[in-house]
T-cell receptor, first 114, second 114 residues
Framework: SAVISQKPSRDICQRGTSLTIQCQVD?????MFWYRQQPGQSLTLIAT?????????ESGFVIDKFPISRPNLTFSTLTVSNMSPEDSSIYLC???????????FGQGTRLTVV | AQTVTQSQPEMSVQEAETVTLSCTYD???????LFWYKQPPSRQMILVIR??????QNATENRFSVNFQKAAKSFSLKISDSQLGDTAMYFC???????????FGTGTRLTIIP
């Protein structure tokens, strides 16, 4: 299993500003995943973060808007840049357990942009 | 690309009853995994049950079981003896073997009525 600590749990931000979300895992993992969950909707993968290389972004998401850092095997950050109200969502960090197929999730960051 | 469809946006049942949530998916892959995740109001994503496509036997976990029909690309979740704690959003998810990314359905909001 894996325990994920995600910070902050929620924030209210002014439009045009940026917010950095942190994800800390209690074990070393190769890949970390960042998802967005817009209000009342499903989870959409933003990007996959590998340690030592640039993140791989899904269609519709770009590095300038969602820069990601992955400095080591237990930590990653996602920044939501130049925010607008449309960025109001829950952002979740996820990892795969070692040798398993189960995905573990952080508790998410509820972001509201005003 | 894989797609996952959940045709029931909302469902409600009386406590102790049995409820079935539907999920269909589309893929050209032969080796893959299917999952049901639960997201209660706390936002924490919790794995309910998983199914490997190469296994013909349907997975079961206590009160939770699936009906996996590979040819029909159907993967329904049955909850027996439903409890108030089962109230949550339920997401069906798909993962190709060897690819760690999850594709989620749109979710079913399940309410258990006392």
């Amino acid at each position: 299993s894996a325990v994920i600590s995600q910070k902050p749990s929620r924030d209210i931000c002014q439009r045009g500003t940026s917010l950095t979300i942190q994800c800390q895992v209690d074990s070393q993992v190769t890949m970390m995943f960042w998802y967005r969950q817009q209000p009342g909707q499903s989870l959409t993968l933003i990007a996959t973060a590998n340690q030592g290389s640039e993140a791989t972004y899904e269609s519709g998401f770009v590095i300038d808007k969602f820069p990601i850092s992955r400095p080591n095997l237990t930590f990653s950050t996602l920044t939501v840049s130049n925010m607008s109200p449309e960025d109001s969502s829950i952002y979740l960090c996820s990892v795969r357990g070692t040798g398993g197929t189960e995905a573990f999730f952080g508790q998410g960051t509820r972001l509201t942009v005003v | 690309a894989q797609t996952v469809t959940q045709s029931q946006p909302e469902m409600s049942v009386q406590e102790a009853e049995t409820v079935t949530l539907s999920c269909t998916y589309d893929t050209s892959e032969n080796n893959y995994y299917l999952f049901w995740y639960k997201q209660p109001p706390s936002r924490q994503m919790i794995l309910v049950i998983r199914q490997e496509a190469y296994k013909q036997q349907n997975a079961t976990e206590n009160r939770f079981s699936v009906n996996f029909q590979k040819a029909a690309k159907s993967f329904s979740l049955k909850i027996s003896d439903s409890q108030l704690g089962d109230t949550a959003m339920y997401f069906c998810a798909f993962m190709t073997f060897g690819n760690e990314k999850l594709t989620f359905g749109t979710g079913t909001r399940l309410t258990i009525i006392p």
